[in-house]
């Protein structure tokens, strides 16, 4: 006979994704939802809730056919350079405008590899930036401020 294995990892995992979408399934009830014809502001965050307590759900009984691995190290150098670039990029962009904030913010998280040089991180923050200014400004022709009060020419 077998004994039931359990993957510690995979089901933490799966928790939290059941508890986080049963606690916004919740909030979710206090707005008013609408059909699917006629959404009220609270359809969609339901339905998005629904989807991520169904994921919770698969992971955890996944959890409990699948022996999996321990937990690895943390990868405290990719955390210092991407969870700070998006807050970088929230606090520049009015006063940089979208160009300089967003070559910036590439150009820290490019160091969240440590096999990433200077001049290879101002090549890719640079097209990161002009394609996106191509992408967002010329194409889909959204309406911000490229260069901001602060870099005026």
């Given amino acids: 006979m077998k004994s039931l294995t359990f993957d510690s990892t995979n089901a933490l995992c799966g928790a939290l994704f059941v508890g986080l979408g049963c606690f916004f ?12 014809l006629r959404m009220g502001p609270g359809y969609f965050p339901l339905l998005l809730a629904v989807v991520l307590t169904f994921l919770g759900l698969i992971v955890l009984l996944q959890a409990i056919r699948v022996q999996g691995e321990p937990l690895g190290p943390i990868a405290w150098r990719g955390l210092a350079f ?4 998006p807050i970088v990029f929230g606090l520049t962009v009015r006063g940089l405008g979208f160009v300089p904030s967003l070559f910036v913010v590439a150009l ?5 590899s440590s096999r990433m040089k200077v ?35």
Avoid: D, H, K
């Fill in 119 to 153: 001049p290879l991180a101002i090549i890719l923050a640079a097209a990161i930036t002009l394609f996106s200014v191509a992408v967002f400004s010329y194409a889909l022709g959204l309406p911000f401020e490229r260069f901001g009060p602060w870099v005026r020419f």
């Fill in 25 to 36: 399934i919740y909030q979710c009830l206090n707005l008013e939802l609408g059909t699917a």
């Fill in 82 to 85: 991407i969870l700070p670039a």
């Fill in 108 to 112: 820290i998280a490019a160091f969240a």
